[in-house]
């Protein structure tokens, strides 16, 4: 299990840079990024996260191929939009509504460098969506209104430190 990065934590606001090199080190932070998603219950989990500042990331939501976005490049987007609850493992025991474009193309490599295009709806896309948002340095809350995301800091900062007191 890789250590999971929190709020607060600078790697979280950084722009990531493109993945190079295409090796066995690669191959193995990925299968270390799926099991460590899994770990903690999560459906997707991006490379900052993890301490890792390169433009990759994890999904894998239930009934669906697991699958590594690698130099991810969103190619599309729907006008139609599409509000619904998210939260972040980087945050734990935050949710919020963030609204998004409801379905979204993206094209991105595989770990061996290969090319592929995903069409996306429903979480799927909604995933994509916010696992991109961190190879850019940006979390779910920071597309909330000014009041609504220091509200969420203040609650994330609570439980956090109900959290260690309990340690």
């Known amino acids: 299990m890789l ?4 709020l607060g934590d600078e790697v979280l606001t950084q722009k990531c840079q493109p993945v190079t090199k295409f090796d066995n080190a690669l191959r ?6 799926f099991d460590t998603m899994s770990e903690a219950d999560g459906v997707g989990l991006a490379a900052p996260q993890v301490g890792v500042n390169s433009r990759l990331f994890v999904i894998h939501i239930q009934g669906s191929e697991k699958r590594a976005y690698i130099n991810p490049q969103i190619i599309e987007t729907s006008i139609e939009t599409d509000t619904s609850e998210e939260g972040c493992l980087s945050i734990p025991g935050v949710w919020h509504d963030v609204q998004r474009p409801a379905r979204v193309t993206v094209q991105a490599q595989d770990t061996e460098g290969k090319v592929f295009t995903v ?7 909604r995933a994509i969506q916010h696992e991109y948002d961190h190879l850019n340095g940006v979390l779910f809350i920071d597309r909330l209104d000014d009041e609504e995301r220091q509200k969420m800091v203040k609650a994330y900062e609570k439980r956090a430190k109900t959290a260690k007191r309990r340690r």
């Open 28 to 33: 193995i932070l990925v299968d270390a990024m």
């Open 119 to 125: 069409k996306a709806e429903g979480l799927l896309a």
């Open 3 to 6: 250590d999971i990065y929190t």
